[in-house]
């Protein structure tokens, strides 16, 4: 089956740098559509950016739009969140996603994807 499964979260000071890693399994990864989301305490899943099967195009929301840098190695399966200039705000679960890039969703919102991984926490003190 599919698994998507993020590392790299943790606890960093405003103003600082943390890279995110999705693992993926059990699907044709070149395929795919990734995307990374984030969940702050009593919000909504939010879109931080996507980025298409082959890594030409990426897409980011207007908050994190260079801070953050989205790429992916489809020769290890694996997609990339780089973050830098890492504000309190920034703190959340952050969750990578997958879809087939095929099909017209919107690849900005939740329902735009099929799978999911289990997040891992980004805090950022200030």
């Known amino acids: 089956q599919v698994k998507l499964v993020e590392s790299g979260g943790g606890l960093v000071q405003a103003g600082g740098s943390l890279r995110l890693s999705c693992a993926a399994s059990?699907?044709?990864?070149?395929?795919?559509?990734m995307g990374w989301f984030r969940q702050a305490p009593g919000k909504e899943r939010e879109f931080v950016g996507s980025i298409t099967w082959s890594g030409d195009r990426t897409n980011y929301v207007d908050s994190v739009k260079g801070r953050f840098t989205i790429s992916r190695d489809n020769a290890k399966n694996t997609v990339y969140l780089d973050m830098s200039r890492l504000k309190p705000d920034d703190t959340a679960v952050y969750y990578c996603?997958?879809?087939?890039?095929?099909?017209?969703?919107?690849?900005?919102?939740?329902?735009?994807?099929?799978?999911w991984g289990q997040g891992t926490q980004v805090t950022v003190s200030s």
């Open positions: 059990g699907l044709t990864f070149s395929w795919y559509t």
């Open positions: 996603a997958a879809v087939p890039h095929w099909g017209s969703r919107s690849r900005g919102t939740v329902d735009g994807y099929d799978y």
